[in-house]
Structure formats: structure tokens, C-alpha cells
């Protein structure tokens, strides 16, 4: 990597945890106000989440690093539980995450799949694949109901769940969901505030959607069966639900 | 080798310890044998509501302290033969047990009787896991409300999360008219939420409020709705295939022509 600028603060998605990157070189004042920025398009379901801290920053002293830290949990309810040392082995950037699913799928058969570090190849394939869908993402499967009470994060892609999610239940995901059943409580799709991902349920009846900074409930007396596919996405900054028929 | 069965709801009030006597009792009508324990440490209700708090002499505290023998410290209920009943402590409090002493009780008692039903406190926290803590089975208790089917729902994850899986649903205090003008939540609706083997609805019935005031569980009163209603539960959790009636207002029995089988 040369000298590109790189943004002051980075906010990353890992499983069902955040990751901020900070600047080497910058100041307090300036990683503050990033912060603010940037958490200012988010949506309102990442409290509680636990975030990481990557500090290739030596400029910030440990008095400044604490404030960043209370910034980050009295203002955004962010459990902020561990600095990366920023040359540790678990923050590489993200060109090298990709690698590493690629190395995690090595022992299979595939030939695809051995092409590790051959990144011009592996880039290739991306572009094929980009044809067919917006963006090339993680997903996460659930496999049962979601029940009151229950919250299921996966903050690096999309989430499929193949049963329903009841009222009290809540998906996060900062890309796609998708419900192959009934969606009766909370979706915060683009939780990272990509506002163009999209929430979709076989019968749509939320008590809430989210989609990136977008709020939206549904009107009263929605009928509590639907019987047909919903898509709901942003369109001129609301959430609109209509009758799915592809993207 | 009986079954322990926990009765639980997540919210307060629906009608656990009511439900627990009267299936408790029906059950022995049927001619098994039955231990009703009370997991609710440091309240008591279910002796009262079974017509039993004067007859109380030791409690589950007193068995797990080893004060006395578990056969000592279980109340016979001399109206119906083969029913019993284990007291809890009103000194102690659900932290001052274990899951494991629980358990270990729960065992202990299913060698014995052919159903043991624990009615447990509302609540998700440990004294709700004490309940469970032996169960072989759930059976959930709901009212028609919102509040009550949201607990309901997740008490279900945490009893799923626990490896309990065999739950019947039980919808307790329906009222058909209600329902009808659409100021009720719909069985339909709840069972569609909750998704679990529904096992029986009970209307609403103000001989429950008598009965549970006098300590005559209403399963002995052949009058009323509620009661009967608990008489078929009881026969479908001993394993009758008998069909749930659909409640329509304008009969105190519900129409018993229109039968609803959901199994």
C-alpha cells in the first residue's frame, strides 16, 4: 500500500463485533470528530455491540485513547472491549481477510480454491461474480426461529434466516436480510450505512425496520398475514415496502 | 418411570399454579399417580390454591437441608387418591437453591409417581431454571395478550436452549367473545407465533376465582367450563388423541360440534 490518504477513522464489520481503525498520524480532535461523522449515519441497533480498537495511532497518548473510549460507549452504547496492537495478526486489512477465507477453504478439492496469493486471479473472480449480484458478501445462516429476546448480529454481510423472527427478536446485518418466513419483529439491514441493502420476508410484519440511518414502522393495522413477498429498501431517503419482484 | 413436567410462562399471573392444581388433579382422577411440587421458594401458592396450607408440615428446603425424608415431607391430598404434593419454603429464597438439588428431587420423585408437576415461579431467572431444572417436558401457559404470548416466546428459546423440546402449549383465559370482535388475539395467531404441540385452550371462567379462593381445584367441579377444560388436557398429556374444541361465544361449553384438530 503507498501513500494513499487514508480515512481518519475506518469502521469495520467482523462477525457480530466492530472494528475501528485509526489513523496513524492523527489528532485527538480530528479522530473525534471522525468518530461523530462517521457514527452519525449509523442506525440505532449497534449499542451493545463490542468493538475493537486498531491503533496504528502513536500520536494519541493514553488519556486521549480512554476518551475515544467514552466517546465511543456513553455516546453510542459501544462496549469497547480490546486495543489491537495495529501490527497484530488479527487486524490485517482487508485484502488479506479475503485471503484468509481463501486459506480456510485450501484443503477443498476445488482448484479455485487454491489459488492462494495469486490476488490478480482472485480479483478476476470477483468481477464475474459482480455481474450477478450487487456486492460480494459474507452471509450468515440461521437455522431456526428467532424467538423474543434473541439478536443475531452478523456484522459483515448478509443474513438469511430460515424460519421466523418474532416479535421481541431482533437481525442485524450490515448488508441483506432475508427471512424465509415471517418477519414480526426488528431487521436492521445496512447496519453500517449501506442504505442500499434491503430487508425481504415471505410475510413482512415487523414491529420495526431498519435500513442503515432509515427508520421506519408499519402502518397500523397491517394485516398480520400478508401471503406474498415484501421487499423493503430505500428509495429517496424512506424505507418503502412493496411487492417483491427481484431487485 | 414417570415424567416431570415443569408449568411455566415467563410473566406472572397467567395461570401457572392454577393450571398446575387442576392438571395436577385431573391427572390423579385419571388414576396416575401425581406429586405437584411448588418451585416458587419463598412464596407459596400452590398449597393454598390445592386447598393443602394447613395439612404443610416440611418444605423441598427441608428435604434438600436433610431434615427430612422426601416421602415424609410430601402432603397427601386425601380428595383424590394417589395426589401429592411438595411444599415450598416461604423462609428461604430461590437463590437458596440449586438446580442440581432440584434436579436431584425431581428424579427422585419420577421413580415413584407417574407424573411430577413443578409449577415454577414467573420469571427467567434462576428460579425458573430450578424448575426446569429435572423437566422432561414443558408445558407453557399463556393468556391471550400480547405481553403473555412475548414471555411465552421467550421462555420457549430459553427451554429450547436448556435441551427441553417436548413443550405443549396451553392458552389459558380465552375469551370467545372477545376473540369474535376482534378485541382478543386469535388461538390461530398464537400458536402461529409460538409455534410448539398445542395442547389445550381454557376459557374464561369466574368459577376459577371461587375455586382457587375456597382451595378446590375447579377440575372437581363438573359445571364448569374451565374444569373441563383441564380434564381433557390431562387426558391428551397422558396420551389421548381427543380433539380440542373450538370456542365460540354464546355457549359456556363451546361448541363442541366444531372440533379443531391441530395435531
Known sequence: ?247 | MGKVIVVTSGKGGVGKSTSTANLGTALALLNQRVVVVDADIGLRNLDVIMGLESRVVYTSMDVIEGTCDLDKALVKDRRTKDLHLLAASQKNNKNDIQPEQMKKICLELKEEYDYVLVDSPAGIEQGFRNAAAGADVAIIVTTPEVASVRDADRIIGLLMNMEIDDMGLIINRLAPKMVESGDMMNPDDIIDILSINFIGVVPEDKEIVISTNRGLPTTYNHQSSAGQAYRRIARRIDGEDIPIPEFKPGSWLGNLFKFNSFK
Request: proline share 4%; charged share 25%; glycine share 8%.
Open chain 1, 1 to 247: 500500500m503507498k501513500n494513499v490518504s487514508h480515512p481518519i477513522v475506518e469502521l469495520k464489520g467482523f462477525r457480530d463485533s466492530l472494528r475501528l481503525i485509526i489513523a496513524p498520524d492523527a489528532s485527538i480532535e480530528q479522530v473525534e470528530l471522525a468518530i461523530k461523522k462517521r457514527m452519525a449515519n449509523l442506525g440505532y441497533s449497534l449499542a451493545g455491540t463490542t468493538m475493537n480498537i486498531d491503533i496504528r495511532n502513536e500520536t494519541l497518548s493514553d488519556e486521549e485513547m480512554n476518551r475515544v473510549k467514552m466517546l465511543l460507549h456513553e455516546t453510542y452504547g459501544l462496549e469497547v472491549e480490546r486495543l489491537l496492537d495495529g501490527m497484530g495478526r488479527e487486524n490485517e486489512p482487508a485484502d488479506n481477510e479475503i485471503h484468509e477465507t481463501v486459506a480456510d477453504w485450501a484443503n477443498e478439492p476445488t482448484p479455485n480454491r487454491k489459488i492462494r496469493g495469486a490476488p490478480a486471479l482472485h480479483r478476476e473472480e470477483n468481477v464475474i461474480k459482480n455481474n450477478f449480484l450487487p456486492k460480494i458478501e459474507e452471509v450468515r445462516y440461521i437455522r431456526h426461529t428467532l424467538r423474543s429476546g434473541q439478536v443475531e448480529r452478523f456484522l459483515e454481510g448478509n443474513m438469511i434466516v430460515l424460519g421466523d423472527v418474532n416479535p421481541g427478536a431482533e437481525v442485524i446485518a450490515t448488508g441483506d436480510i432475508i427471512v424465509l418466513g415471517v418477519l414480526r419483529g426488528v431487521a436492521h439491514a445496512g447496519a453500517l450505512g449501506d442504505t442500499s441493502s434491503v430487508i425481504i420476508a415471505l410475510n413482512l410484519v415487523p414491529t420495526q425496520l431498519r435500513i442503515g440511518q432509515f427508520i421506519t414502522r408499519p402502518p397500523s393495522g397491517r394485516q398480520a398475514s400478508r401471503q406474498k413477498v415484501e421487499i423493503a429498501r430505500i428509495r429517496e431517503k424512506a424505507i418503502i415496502v412493496e411487492d417483491y419482484s427481484g431487485l
